[in-house]
T-cell receptor, first 116, second 113 residues
Framework: DAGVIQSPRHEVTEMGQEVTLRCKPI?????LFWYRQTMMRGLELLIY????????DSGMPEDRFSAKMPNASFSTLKIQPSEPRDSAVYFC??????????????FGQGTRLTVV | AQSVTQPDIHITVSEGASLELRCNYS??????LFWYVQSPGQGLQLLLK??????LVQGIKGFEAEFKRSQSSFNLRKPSVHWSDAAEYFC???????????FGGGTRLMVKP
């Protein structure tokens, strides 16, 4: 398996624009997480999906942020409108189904977002 | 709510020296504990994990960690550091089925020749 795949790897956008980050989890994994990494706040969990359903979105900072998981192999994190303080590295991670023996989350390479 | 503290933001060691990175957690139940490593521009790679059983766990790249319930600690160790170990290290506690991770602030390791 190619691992968790995120796109794009880098995104530079102007303030006010819509940004969409994409994630393809590992096949067979049924939990998906979006994290944000900044110097000031470290790694923060934004939202967690299980079987494509959002379970915990308490980490989503504001209504400008939204996430979807239309099927088991794809998720998006959207920021509309984007602001300079959204600049960060966004990571997607997936976790295996219970009972498959897997006990660790696998992380993608991240998307570095810069909002100017 | 759970929390993780990594007291050392930066650590510098000489190549070949031993290493210990500290991690303290706060969680009301039996924790699932993890150490991840992040190289510059990369994602996070799991070094090792503790779920139950033997409190000394072995990981990849020669790392080990010891769970001490009485001290709420899960310190990472390596007997002899290599230059390629320079990276940022994150301790995390997992809740739920162990899969929702709360991370510490990270420790940046620098290795002197």
């Amino acid at each position: 398996d190619a691992g968790v795949i995120q796109s794009p790897r880098h995104e530079v956008t102007e303030m006010g624009q819509e940004v969409t980050l994409r994630c393809k989890p590992i096949s067979g994994h049924n939990s998906l997480f979006w994290y944000r990494q900044t110097m000031m706040r470290g790694l923060e969990l934004l939202i967690y999906f299980n079987n494509n359903v959002p379970i915990d979105d308490s980490g989503m900072p504001e209504d400008r942020f939204s996430a979807k998981m239309p099927n088991a192999s794809f998720s998006t994190l959207k920021i509309q409108p984007s602001e300079p303080r959204d600049s960060a590295v966004y990571f997607c991670a997936s976790f295996p189904k219970r009972g498959t023996g897997g006990t660790e989350a696998f992380f993608g390479q991240g998307t570095r977002l810069t909002v100017v | 709510a759970q929390s993780v503290t990594q007291p050392d933001i930066h650590i510098t060691v000489s190549e070949g020296a031993s290493l210990e990175l500290r991690c303290n957690y706060s969680y009301g139940a039996t924790p699932y504990l993890f150490w991840y490593v992040q190289s510059p521009g990369q994602g996070l790679q799991l070094l090792l994990k503790y779920f139950s059983g033997d409190t000394l766990v072995q990981g990849i790249k020669g790392f080990e960690a010891e769970f001490k319930r009485s001290q709420s600690s899960f310190n990472l160790r390596k007997p002899s550091v290599h230059w390629s170990d320079a990276a940022e290290y994150f301790c995390a506690v997992g809740v739920g089925a162990g899969n929702m991770l709360t991370f510490g602030g990270g420790t940046r390791l620098m290795v002197k020749p």
